[in-house]
């Protein structure tokens, strides 16, 4: 089968002919159709990370397909059924953190793309419990997305503990961040978007945000203090650390600031302020299969539009150098077959 390959890290991806993969016991084989491209996988080619990928690596945590072969143990997962592959490729099942509703935090885990092969390929296999199935009124397109940016920025609000009527800022109108403002409107949230690019912060606009703060110029946090009086929470999905720096700051009393976006980079913390404002700093990674059927749901009543652009998995160097630019409005989306 056709797959793009990280050989080392750095160098560009391979189009090569790689072997198709084995199903086991419990496991899918999942005949790819898209796959959306995140900022993680362009940390994965480059080994940004302290945790390094496999290598040789077939990147892509947002594929989208039909089941093609079900082994046995695969439950209700059937040949034929429409399905995504998420981060959260498996997790064990049985420790503290699976068995509390907080999977994506087991030390047992492996994620698609990063320590197992993903989808940037025209097959991929996966254990059928942790796929989720695609509502019918959603495209293999529109659905990519949602397997990643979708579930992470949903579950970024829902942990943020903001409830209807308060204000949230989304730092970083991206793939994740273009996201995160329509699921905010869903949920009730009155939304600020900031971003250094006009064109973004336009995008945002267009997506349901109340108000947009180009941080290129301003200070966001002060705009945002003198506008709405602080944010309840803010939801870093940007990718330098000034921007987790301003994010923090537009927190008010009693808020949050809830760290998604992954600079390789520390954010220092004033003691004073987090003390005696009470902010809480929090991290979230991605989100639970419960998470990611809630987030899928909202996309298929109609109330998340996925703004995406496709390419051919021929074309992901060329996708990939324009996501490490910032060129990207919403997410590209692979069409693989
Ligand atoms: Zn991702
Ligand atoms: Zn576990």
Redesign the pocket.
């Known amino acids: 089968m056709k797959a793009a390959v990280v050989n080392e890290f750095n160098k560009k991806l391979e189009i090569q002919d790689v072997a198709m993969p084995d199903i086991g016991y419990g496991e899918i084989l999942v005949k790819i159709h898209t796959c959306g491209v995140?900022?993680?996988?362009l940390h994965a080619a480059h080994g940004d990370w302290p945790v390094k990928p496999k290598m040789p690596l077939i990147p892509g945590?947002?594929g989208v397909g039909i089941v093609e072969q079900a082994g046995d143990g695969t439950g209700s997962i059937k040949v034929g059924d429409r399905v995504g592959i998420p981060?959260l490729y498996s997790a064990c099942g049985e420790c503290e953190y699976c068995l509390s509703g907080r999977e994506t935090l087991c030390p047992e885990q492996l994620n698609a793309g990063y320590s197992i092969d993903g989808a940037y390929a025209e097959y991929c296999k996966a254990p059928a419990k942790y796929v989720a199935k695609v509502p019918e009124a959603l495209s293999f397109e529109e659905a990519a997305p949602l397997f990643?940016?979708g579930v992470?920025t949903y579950k970024a609000l829902k942990i943020s503990e903001a409830i209807p009527g308060d204000w949230v800022a989304i730092y970083g109108i991206g793939g994740l961040g273009h996201v995160a403002v329509q699921y905010a409107k869903a949920m009730g949230l009155n939304v600020i978007a900031v971003d250094i690019k006009d064109e973004k912060l336009e995008m945002a606009k267009d997506l349901g945000a109340d108000l947009t703060v180009n941080g290129l110029n301003t200070d966001p946090a002060k705009a945002i203090h003198e506008k709405v009086g602080g944010v309840q929470a803010a939801i870093s999905v940007a990718v330098t650390k000034k921007a987790f720096e301003q994010a923090y700051s537009s927190v008010k009393r009693g808020g949050s600031l809830v760290v998604v976006g992954l600079p390789n980079d520390e954010l220092p913390i004033p003691i004073f302020d987090t003390v005696l404002n009470g902010v809480s700093v929090k991290g979230s990674i991605?989100g639970t299969r419960k998470d990611l059927q809630e987030c899928l749901e909202l996309a298929a009543q109609g109330k998340i539009k996925t703004m995406i652009e496709t390419k051919r998995l021929e074309d992901v160097n060329e996708v990939l150098d324009r996501l490490e630019k910032g060129d990207i409005n919403g997410r590209i989306v692979l069409n693989i077959s």
């Open positions: 995140c900022h993680t996988d945590h947002e981060w990643c940016a992470t991605v």
